[in-house]
Every structure is written in structure tokens, then in C-alpha cells.
């Protein structure tokens, strides 16, 4: 989408957020952004369409009820977003879901009382099938039919029009004649036509509802790692919990072990160990003391900290990669299926054609009821099945062939975009790497000491005790007792009679040398033992961005992780690496390449990343990823292995040839059929006959996609 805006002062403009309902193409998009930038005092103007709303910078002096009044003087029904709100279309999904299983079963049901009639079915009993037909359909287009029904009457009452137009006068002129044919006992009823029109309409428009459903959850699955309360420090030294709403810049909050931090804020007192990864990616805690910056959603892993406030709710990080992730969905909404872009001039050509056929038999001296079979053999034989099913079923079938692969597609529209990709940008941690961290050197072989330190690492919270129990596996622990863990140093016992330490190598007693992660340990007076730990690599890392490379996609690594550990395996797979990004950094790279005319793919796996999966053209995630990694990703793959991607790019490749052939024998089939309805050379039943073999048709060459992922 092209948003309308005009320059206005950042300071002078308040920005108001609207639900709509109705919207169902581009054309309905470029209509509310032109309606609302064009009000005076609108410094900008964008509609998310994933999420169906509309965003709007504007002067304080322009009331939001006018914005609001102005939007559905369109015929979109809306209302002013509160601050926190989410815009949902859950409802809608649902209330689609209905309408699509009634369409269905009235669809299933009228095709075999139809195949009796094309049978040769004769008099009292081919009547008899068409009153069967009309009992089932009636009922059923009138409920199934009511998303197209209300959506253009909303328009048409405000002297618009959108795509729900002609589909409407479509059903209805249809079920008119199949109701006049079944009335007269005439040989036609076309009932069954109108139907399944509905179902393959529905079908498309229930897939895109379930689309922005879930791309509105990634959003609301980030803000809830939020704390909704907060443990406030009194003056006097009490405590209190306050809702983290009521909480101001300034206050001083208590965060115990274990906690997820509410707020942004600084550390007054306390050192600990913070898990950040919400925000970096990166699986190793930071330590921090007094004049530390801490970040609302992320945890406290061992000791109490106090924090004075300096931001909370949408002030904070979190919230403002909650609003990129937001933004970046209405970037990706500009991409409109290809059946979509098709049907806006496919709709209002056939139903003109449909007319002029209408009037020019009239003219002739044809009669009414001649004219009007000649018209509705036209809307028939033309019907946009073969079209509606030319992009969804090689979708489908490419989806099959994947998901037998390890590659789960989320929106079939990433294919069509998959293919368009020159960049390929990649997470360092969790996603070229496998999540976590692993001991490299260091550990010990004899069985003894082995299950000393399970006794020690299985009594600790830290990420580095987690992974050396991995690392042990199925060793016993020997009994410990007296166990202390001391915050920021590590964890103390008796371990087997002696006196054991696992932790910080200073305090353990040994020096550290490089940059390498480490801990200590050691037992009684034994030396100690360091142990260092690495980023586990996918086996295949090396092979993938080589076969990326040679693909023209000039593959990049992005991380937040520090410089020395970035470099170091970015030298290991062949490419280059950017070190110590946050968030807002990613998004900003990812924003700058599409400025430059690229179409980056990113794949990662962190909330952190969350922003960037949604700004990029196409993204992927692994299915070890966060929720809203998950969420935030168009594909996500399983197992240990990168070859998914190119598996991917491979296949998107080959699905778009065959949506590009679906489309050549859907409009071929078309500019055969039409010219001969037009002229009276198709009757309504092989006008039907037609439809149904043109759909045949691209089914069964979608069909060949089955090996797609091989």
C-alpha cells in the first residue's frame, strides 16, 4: 500500500488507531488511505490489512469520531482502538468457518442431485430433483452468501462499489433463473453453479481471516511476557504490589529471583544474572550491577534486585518491538495473492460480458427467458473456479510436499514471494546455531568426577549448569549436602566428603584466557578445571550458505551476540557477520535493504527477532523457535538441519511455474468458452459441464507438485 501523508511537524501529531471491518482487497485499502489522508489536518494515513486497522497521524484539533465517520462513509464500519487494544478477527474467522461448512454441505449435496439431472433424468422426476435442489440451496445461499450480500449492499448504499458487487448479482441472478427454471419445470436448474461459487469464494476469504488471526496473536503473544504486576518499594521499606498500568518513571520496584522484570528501569541495588534472550537472542545471561540497564520481560535468574522505573507499558522495549512487529505486518499486506490481483478486473469484465450478451440477443428479438439463459450460461461457463483454484491448489500441494519435507508453510502467499528473494539474512544463535550453549573442553572423563560435578550443575538455575547436565547425560550424581549458591559467583557444596565449587573461574580459583564462555570447577584440592562452552552448529551450515551463495543470494549473518563471537563462526560457514544488534537494529537493516529495491529473506528464532521476521519479504523460523518467532514466520522447518531453506526456495520455484500455467489454461479455457456462450453455442448445462472440467484441469496439473521438496 501506498500510505497517503503529507509533512507535519512529529510534534504536532497525535496518532489515532481504527478497527474496520469489510475490507477484502486493494482496492478497498487505496480507498480509505485516500479518503483519510485527504482530511485536513492527516499528516498520515496506513491500513494494516492483516490486521484490519487503520492508522492515522493527525492534529490534535482533528476529532477521531470525524476520521471514524469519514471511513465508513465508505461502507467500512468502524471504531476508535483504545490504547492497549488489539484489533481481532476472530469473529469474522468464525462467522466465515459457518458460512463455509453450510456452503459445503449444501454443496456436496445438491452436485449429486444435479449429476441425476445431467444423467438424463426426465418430467416428474427431474423436476422433483430441482424443487430437492432449491430446498437445499435456498436456505444455504442465503446464509452462506450474507459475507457478499451485506458487504456490497454497505457500499452500494453509499454509492460505492468493491469486488462483493458482481459476485452478488452473480448468485442472485443465478438462483433467480434456477428458481424460475424449477417454478416452470423448465429442463435447467443451476443451483449447483451458484453454490460451489460460494464455497470456492469462502474458502479463500476463511484462509485469509485465519491469516491475520494469526499474526495478531504473535503480537499479543509477545506483549503477555510482560508482568501484569510489579512488587512496588515504599518509602518506609514495604512493599506492595501495584497493577504495572498504575506504575510511573521514577518509582522503585522490587524484582526477586526468578522473576520476569515488569518495568524498564536502572539497578539502584543488587547484582544477578539476567536472561535477556527476549531481547537479544543470545542464550548466555548478563551480569549486572548498580547503573545496569534492565528491560521489561526479561529475568532475573538469582538474586533480588531494586530498580528504579525510567519507562512501562508502552514506553517500554518490548512494547516498542511489539510496534515494529505491527508496522511491519502492514508492509508485508501489500502483497495480494495473485488470484486476488486477477479477480479485481476477472469480476466486472465477466458480468459486463454477461450483460452485453443480455441486451444484444434482446435487440436481436431473442425473447426474455432466451436472453437471460444466454446471460447466465455466460456467468456459468465463466465462473472463477478454475481461476480461484489456479494459485490455492498448487499452494496445497506444494504445503504437502513440504510438510513431508520437515516444512511447515503458514501462508501460501511466502511461496510467491520466496521466489522473489536476492538477500538471504540469517540469526546467529538458535537458528545457524542450535539453541543453547555446549561444553566444548574441559570436561572431565573420569566416572567419579563426572558425577561430582552432575551433583553441583543438576543444583543450579544457571544456563551453564543446565548445559553441562546435558553434557553428562545419564551420569549419577553423587549425594551433596550443605549446598549455597552464592549470586554471581556460582553454587557451593559437600560434595562426596569434600569440599566442591562450580562457577565464575576467579572465584573458583583458575584464570580465564580469550574470549571463549567458561566456568570453573574444582573438589577439595584438586586443581581446578575450566570448562569452556560454544555455539553448537547445524551440521550442514557451510553446505547451506554455499548453496545460497551460488544461488545469488549473498547470505548474511545478523546478531546480537558480541563481536569475537560472531566473527569467529561467521568465518567458520563462509560469510560475513554484524555483530551487537538489538531489535530496532534488524529492523533497521532489514528496512534499509527494502529501500534499496531488495527482497530480503530472514530467517531466525527469538522473540527478538520478532520485528525483522515481519518486516522482511519472506521469513522462516525453526520449529525450536519462540511463540512469536513462530508466529512471526511464514515457514517453519523441523530438525537440526538448514538444507530446509534451499529446500524451499527450490520448491517455491517450481509451484510458481505451475501457478503460472494454471493461469494460462484457466483464461485460456475462458477465451475459448466465453465467445461461444456469447453466441448462444453453450446451453447452461454444458456451461456447467465446462466449469467443473476446467477446474478438473488445474487440479490435476497442480497435482504434479506432489515431488516438489525432492
Not at 509 to 515: D, E, K, P
Request: hydrophobic share 55%; with cysteine; aromatic share 4%.
Amino acid at each position: 500500500m501506498n500510505a497517503i501523508s503529507r509533512i507535519i511537524p512529529a510534534e504536532a501529531s497525535i496518532e489515532s488507531r481504527f478497527a474496520i471491518e469489510g475490507m477484502h482487497c486493494a482496492g478497498c485499502i487505496a480507498r480509505i488511505e485516500g479518503a483519510v489522508g485527504r482530511l485536513p489536518g492527516v499528516a498520515a494515513a496506513r491500513v494494516n490489512f492483516g490486521a484490519h486497522l487503520v492508522v492515522v497521524q493527525h492534529v490534535p484539533d482533528l476529532a477521531a469520531d470525524t476520521i471514524r465517520e469519514t471511513i465508513e462513509a465508505l461502507g467500512f464500519p468502524a471504531h476508535v482502538m483504545r490504547e492497549r487494544e488489539t484489533a481481532t478477527v476472530q469473529d469474522e474467522s468464525r462467522a466465515l468457518m459457518k458460512a463455509l461448512a453450510v456452503a459445503g454441505f449444501a454443496a456436496m449435496n445438491v452436485m449429486l442431485l444435479s449429476v441425476a439431472v445431467w444423467s438424463g433424468a426426465e418430467g416428474a422426476t427431474r423436476d422433483l430433483f430441482h424443487w430437492l435442489s432449491a430446498l437445499i440451496a435456498l436456505p444455504a445461499i442465503a446464509y452462506a452468501g450474507r459475507p457478499f450480500f451485506t458487504s456490497a449492499w454497505r457500499v452500494l448504499k453509499r454509492g460505492h462499489t468493491n469486488m462483493d458487487v458482481p459476485i452478488s448479482i452473480g448468485v442472485v441472478l443465478t438462483t433467480a433463473m434456477s428458481l424460475y427454471e424449477t417454478a416452470t419445470g423448465g429442463e435447467h436448474a443451476y443451483f449447483d453453479g451458484a453454490i460451489m461459487l460460494l464455497f470456492f469464494l469462502l474458502a479463500g476469504r476463511f484462509l485469509d481471516s485465519m491469516m491475520r488471526a494469526r499474526a495478531a496473536d504473535g503480537v499479543a503473544a509477545l506483549l503477555e511476557r510482560v508482568p501484569a504486576e510489579v512488587q512496588v518499594l515504599r518509602p518506609d521499606g514495604s512493599t506492595e504490589m501495584r497493577a504495572a498500568a498504575d506504575i510511573a518513571p521514577g518509582m522503585r520496584v522490587l524484582v526477586a529471583a526468578g522473576e520476569r522484570i515488569g518495568v524498564d528501569g536502572v539497578v539502584e541495588t543488587g547484582e544477578a544474572h539476567v536472561d535477556r534472550a527476549l531481547v537479544t537472542g543470545e542464550s548466555m545471561p548478563e551480569r549486572v550491577t548498580p547503573g545496569a540497564t534492565v528491560l521489561a520481560g526479561t529475568i532475573d535468574l538469582d538474586a533480588p534486585l531494586t530498580v528504579r522505573v525510567t519507562a512501562v507499558g508502552t514506553q517500554t522495549v518490548i512494547a516498542e518491538i511489539a510496534r515494529l512487529m505491527e508496522s511491519a505486518g502492514q508492509g508485508k499486506s501489500r502483497y495480494v495473492r495473485i488470484a486476488d490481483r486477477a479477480a479485481r478486473l476477472y469480476a466486472p469484465a465477466v458480468h459486463s460480458l454477461a450483460a452485453l450478451s443480455f441486451v444484444g440477443w434482446m435487440l436481436a428479438g431473442a425473447g426474455l427467458h432466451q436472453s437471460v439463459m444466454i446471460a447466465v450460461a455466460v456467468l456459468i461457463i465463466t465462473c472463477p473456479c478454475a481461476l480461484g483454484l489456479a494459485v490455492p491448489i498448487a499452494q496445497v500441494v506444494a504445503a504437502g510436499a513440504l510438510m513431508r519435507a520437515g516444512i511447515l508453510i503458514k501462508d501460501g502467499s511466502a511461496l510467491e514471494r520466496l521466489v522473489e528473494i536476492d538477500t538471504a539474512l540469517f540469526d546467529k544463535t538458535g537458528t545457524i546455531t542450535l539453541a543453547g550453549l555446549t561444553p566444548m573442553a574441559g570436561m572431565p572423563e573420569d566416572a567419579a568426577e563426572r558425577s561430582a560435578l552432575r551433583a553441583l550443575a543438576q543444583a543450579s538455575r544457571h544456563p551453564l549448569s543446565r548445559a553441562i547436565r546435558d553434557a553428562l547425560g545419564d551420569a549419577a550424581a553423587t549425594a551433596a549436602s550443605d549446598i549455597t549458591e552464592l549470586p554471581g559467583l556460582g553454587i557451593e557444596a559437600m560434595v562426596g566428603g569434600e569440599r566442591a565449587r562450580l562457577g565464575r573461574p576467579d572465584w573458583v580459583g583458575t584464570a580465564v584466557s580469550g574470549t571463549a564462555v567458561t566456568t570453573a570447577c574444582r573438589w577439595g584440592d584438586r586443581p581446578a578445571r575450566l570448562i569452556s562452552f560454544a555455539d553448537m552448529m547445524r551440521a550442514d551450515a557451510p553446505q547451506v550458505m554455499a548453496q545460497l551463495t551460488a544461488m545469488g543470494l549473498a547470505p548474511l549473518m545478523l546478531s546480537g551476540d558480541r563481536l569475537e563471537a560472531v566473527a569467529a563462526l561467521a568465518e567458520r560457514i563462509g560469510i560475513l557477520g554484524v555483530a551487537g544488534l538489538s531489535p530496532a537494529d534488524k529492523f533497521a537493516f532489514i528496512d534499509r535493504q527494502a529501500a534499496l529495491g531488495k527482497r530480503v529473506l530472514m530467517v531466525g528464532d527469538g522473540l527478538n527477532d520478532g520485528p525483522a521476521l515481519k518486516r522482511a519479504h519472506v521469513a522462516m523460523a525453526p520449529a525450536t523457535a519462540s511463540d512469536v518467532g513462530q508466529l512471526a514466520a511464514d515457514l517453519v522447518f523441523f530438525g537440526d538441519r538448514l538444507g530446509a531453506v534451499p529446500v524451499a526456495i527450490i520448491a517455491a520455484h517450481r509451484t510458481m511455474r505451475v501457478v503460472r500455467q494454471n493461469f494460462v489454461l484457466a483464461i485460456g479455457y475462458n477465451v475459448l468458452a466465453v465467445p461461444l456462450a456469447m453466441v448462444g453455442m453453450v446451453t447452461p448445462l454444458i456451461a456447467a459441464l465446462a466449469m467443473s472440467g476446467s477446474s478438473l484441469i488445474v487440479v490435476a496439473n497442480a497435482m504434479r507438485l506432489r515431488g516438489a521438496a525432492r
